[in-house]
C-alpha cells in the first residue's frame, strides 16, 4: 500500500460504545474507546495482514479490532490490568467443556467455605482471620471516600474473596475481577446509569 495515497478520515464517525459486548459489559477500564472509531482507522490505514501497533494500547480495543479485521497486532501498555484484560478478550474460541470444569472445581472448592461465612453473626465474623492475600494497607487517591482498598468492602466479602482469589485462574480471574466493581460498598445502580468502583480490580494482576 502506497501510504503517501490514504487520505485522512474527515467525516464524523458516531460511537457504536455498547454494540460490542467484546469491550463493554465485560470488564470495566477507565480509557475504553470507542471500538467502531478504531476500526475505521485501522481500516482507512491498513490492509488486511498488516500488523498493527498500539504502544499505549489501554484495554487492547486496537489490538482486539486489529485481530477482528484480519490484521496482526502488538499491544504494549505499562498497565498489568491493561494487558490482562487484553489478553483474556483476545483468546478465542473459550474452550467450553473447559471453562465448565473449572467452574465445577471452583465451585467444589469454595462454595462450602465461603457459604459457611454467612451462617456467622458480624462479630464472630470481625474475630475471623482473612486466609489468603487481598490489598491490605493500599492507600486510595486523596479525593476518595475511603483511605484504603480494602475499606471498599465488608469484612465477610474480603474473606471470600480472599478464598475465591486462591482457587481462581485464567478466564475464571478474569470474570471474578470485572465482578468486583458491583460488590463493593461504592456500586450505585440507577435506571439506565451504572456508577462503579474498586481499586482491587488492578490490584489482582499484581498479587
Not at 500500500?1 to 465485560?26: C, F, L, N, S
Not at 485481530?67 to 496482526?72: C, M, T, Y
Not at 474460541?93 to 467444589?108: A, E, G, Q, R, S
Not at 435506571?191 to 498479587?207: D, E, M, P, R, Y
Request: net charge positive.
Amino acid at each position: 500500500m502506497d501510504y503517501r495515497a490514504v487520505e485522512a478520515i474527515d467525516g464524523p464517525i458516531i460511537p457504536r460504545k455498547q454494540a460490542a459486548k467484546r469491550h463493554y459489559g465485560v470488564h470495566p477500564y477507565f480509557t475504553k474507546r470507542a471500538w467502531n472509531v478504531v476500526q475505521e482507522y485501522i481500516k482507512r490505514y491498513t490492509k488486511e495482514g498488516d500488523t498493527v501497533l498500539d504502544p499505549y494500547g489501554g484495554s487492547g480495543v486496537t489490538a482486539v479490532e486489529s485481530l477482528v479485521l484480519g490484521r496482526k497486532a502488538i499491544h504494549i501498555d505499562i498497565s498489568p490490568l491493561g494487558n490482562f484484560i487484553t489478553q483474556q478478550v483476545a483468546i478465542s474460541p473459550i474452550n467450553l467443556h473447559k471453562l465448565k470444569k473449572t467452574f465445577d472445581d471452583v465451585t467444589t472448592a469454595c462454595k462450602g467455605k465461603i457459604n459457611a461465612l454467612y451462617d456467622l453473626s458480624d462479630e464472630e465474623i470481625e474475630k475471623t482471620d482473612i486466609p489468603y492475600w487481598y490489598p491490605k494497607n493500599v492507600k486510595l487517591s486523596s479525593t476518595s471516600d475511603a483511605v484504603f482498598v480494602d475499606e471498599l468492602f465488608t469484612r465477610r466479602s474480603l474473606i471470600a474473596f480472599s478464598i475465591l482469589h486462591k482457587t481462581i485462574r485464567d478466564i475464571m480471574l478474569f470474570t471474578f475481577s470485572g465482578t468486583l466493581v458491583k460488590v463493593n460498598r461504592t456500586f450505585v445502580s440507577t435506571t439506565g446509569n451504572h456508577v462503579q468502583g474498586s481499586a482491587f480490580v488492578g490490584l489482582l494482576q499484581t498479587s
